[in-house]
DNA sequence: ACATTATCGATATAATTATATCGATATAAA
DNA sequence: TTTATATCGATATAATTATATCGATAATGT
């Protein structure tokens, strides 16, 4: 009945956020918090928050603010984090068994069970506990564990056909860590990994930095 | 004299996947391009794009588009891509370390060259030809290689404390990969690697996508 | 040479997202 | 008990971002 609420993206985003800095709020053992206070710290705008918060269905006490506990699951909950997926992980090179090892994902409700590669030498062992079998095996078995999602880690000019072999395997959503556009069907769901993206930000906002202070100097 | 221009934030992450592809296609010997020709592979919208590009002050030819050499540069030059950065990397674990093997870095204008770490084990060792070095050389180091990017790949719980010991190091834009706020001065600038934020928009998405399946066959 | 067409750059409109404001209310202080 | 205050949720406004439209122009075909 219900219409699934589509939650805005930048609010999608910020969610992990706050969700991070309640965790440890409540390990500091705050027990009630307000918007004002995580803006403040955040360096947020309060509104914003509390908008953003007032998506994933809890309802707070003016003066007071939220429960911490019941804040972090309303999020939590909303997010989907409380119900752990399974994944797969394809290429267990150095960005691969970087992501084999971190146990955070579990916490965000990512669990990677199984990793295929194509490398002869790096099959049939295991990555902090998780098995490395040969791509060949993929389709059959990812298909019969009903797993959803697939994580490309695997060099950019082998992303497109193991993305195709994921669709076939039964996958729906895609995360793809390899530089390379991936042409997929409407109904498959692909969330690029764009590192570089981040970069730009960077060196653009550091060229800024630089030229202002290079005016400035001159200027002087 | 001239103002700098402030790329929006939305068109500063969509760069880099045009780069990707313009690439791709100067691969494959491609000379020139138009707008409606990648919108149509990327599944993007031709005006969006068109505009993006025009932001990094190229102009096209009506009918032909856009040279690719001279596009790929353009957007590259806007980026700051075409100029090396150096960057220090802190914390040679597991993330860090595929990090240091990383050689697309440097086609994005990043250049790690130096990584620090606290695990004797790890120091005055080399990873990918990149020197680990004691976290205590890091502060005096840095500073006289006048080096302004730094990384975090360090747990959690140390970020903060490095994000001010790399302020003291003169760095000026920290890219933080641990999952955690780091309060720091207006003049620094923290880009937060959050994949936490990418898992929340693929386990939503994959949600959407069940329940509509859920409510399909309930009404069969 | 002239018409046709694809695409450009610019401008106008629509949609989304962020921020400001305001009445209601729970808590704390007078 | 009454008053002051912080914060909530809702609503209104502003800013940003995305999309649609249009005249101009370079290439192509008649
Ligand atoms: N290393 C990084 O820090 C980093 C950062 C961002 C993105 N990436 C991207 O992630 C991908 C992996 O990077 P990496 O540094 O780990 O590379 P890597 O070479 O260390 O690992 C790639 C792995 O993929 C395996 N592989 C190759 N073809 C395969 C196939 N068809 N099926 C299954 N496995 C296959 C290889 O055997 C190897 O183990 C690349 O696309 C890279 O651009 C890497
Ligand atoms: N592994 C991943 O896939 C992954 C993905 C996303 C984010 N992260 C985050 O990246 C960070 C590193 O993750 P990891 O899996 O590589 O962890 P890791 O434990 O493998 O590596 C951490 C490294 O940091 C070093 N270190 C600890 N304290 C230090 C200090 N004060 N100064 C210098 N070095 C110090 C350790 O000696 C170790 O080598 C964590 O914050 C993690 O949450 C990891």
Redesign the pocket.
């Known amino acids: 009945m219900s219409t699934i609420k589509?939650t805005?993206?930048?609010?999608l985003r910020?969610l992990p956020k706050y969700l991070e800095y309640l965790h440890e709020a409540k390990r500091k053992g705050i027990a009630s918090?307000?918007?004002?206070?995580i803006a403040n710290d955040l360096k947020?705008?309060?509104?914003?928050?509390?908008?953003?918060?007032?998506i994933t269905g809890?309802?707070?006490?003016?003066?007071?603010?939220?429960n911490v506990d019941e804040l972090i699951h309303s999020i939590e909950k909303h997010l989907n984090w409380d119900d752990m997926s399974s994944a797969i992980l394809v290429g267990a090179g150095n960005l691969g068994k970087a992501f084999l090892g971190y146990e955070n994902f579990k916490k965000y409700g990512l669990n990677i069970v199984v990793a295929f590669d194509k490398d002869r030498n790096k099959i049939d062992g295991n990555i902090f506990n998780v098995p490395i079998l040969h791509i060949d095996k993929m389709v059959d078995l990812t298909y019969r564990m009903k797993i959803h999602i697939g994580i490309i880690t695997a060099p950019a000019d082998e992303a497109q056909e193991i993305a195709e072999l994921m669709i076939l395997s039964g996958i729906r959503a895609i995360w793809n860590f390899a530089p390379r556009h991936l042409d997929v069907p409407d109904n498959i769901y692909v969330e690029n990994a764009e590192l570089s993206s981040d970069i730009s930000h960077i060196k653009r906002r550091l060229k800024e930095i630089t030229d202002k202070e290079k005016k400035y100097s001159e200027s002087n």
Request: aromatic share 4%; proline share 13%.
């Open positions: 589509p805005p993206a930048p609010t910020r918090i307000s918007c004002t206070t947020l705008d309060s509104v914003q928050i509390r908008k953003d918060i007032g809890i309802v707070g006490k003016p003066k007071t603010g939220y």
